[in-house]
């Protein structure tokens, strides 16, 4: 008996979220294939110009967005971001530092805090328990 490797493949919509970028402002052909998993893993390794400049540029998409105003993507949606950003956009926003991420900033620190406590007091009983 002889196995097959079968090509594992996945939807261009899978590989943008596991490359971080925005579907819609990949190259046609990307977004119209489909992408293995030793494609994904080439383009994670040495990434061509065009995924450069989308993830030094944008638009990012919400979890990238999110992540780089330091909030959650809930709190984006409170406040108001429901479109992929850019770089630059990202940017002024930081600058302005509009109410609202304020606000959802200091949330995310609380909820970050709340969980290494958790964390931490797991970790005690643990040792406690052994």
């Given at each position: 008996?002889?196995?097959h490797?079968?090509?594992?493949?996945?939807?261009?919509?899978?590989?943008a979220?596991?490359l971080?970028?925005y579907?819609?402002?990949?190259?046609?052909?990307?977004r119209e294939?489909?992408?293995s998993?030793?494609?994904?893993?080439?383009?994670q390794?040495?990434p061509p110009?065009?995924?450069?400049?989308?993830r030094r540029?944008?638009?990012?998409p919400r979890?990238?967005?999110a992540?780089?105003?330091?909030v959650s993507?809930?709190g984006?949606a409170r406040?108001?971001?429901t479109?992929?950003l850019t770089t630059?956009?990202?940017?002024?926003?930081r600058?302005?530092?509009?109410?609202?991420l304020?606000?959802e900033?200091?949330?995310?620190?609380?909820?970050?805090?709340?969980?290494?406590?958790?964390?931490?007091r797991?970790?005690?009983?643990?040792r406690h328990?052994?």
């Open positions: 008996m002889t196995s490797q079968n090509t594992q493949t996945m939807k261009p919509a899978t590989a979220k596991k971080g970028v579907l819609e402002a990949t190259p046609v052909e990307f294939g489909v992408v998993r030793a494609e994904l893993n080439a383009l390794a040495d110009p065009w995924l450069q400049e989308l540029n944008g638009p990012h979890p990238v967005v992540s780089r105003l330091g993507i809930a984006l406040g108001g971001v479109e992929p630059e956009q990202i940017d002024a926003l600058e302005e530092r509009p109410e609202w304020e606000r900033q200091a949330t995310q620190a609380e909820v970050r805090k709340e969980a290494e406590r958790i964390k931490q797991n970790s005690e009983r643990a328990d052994n």
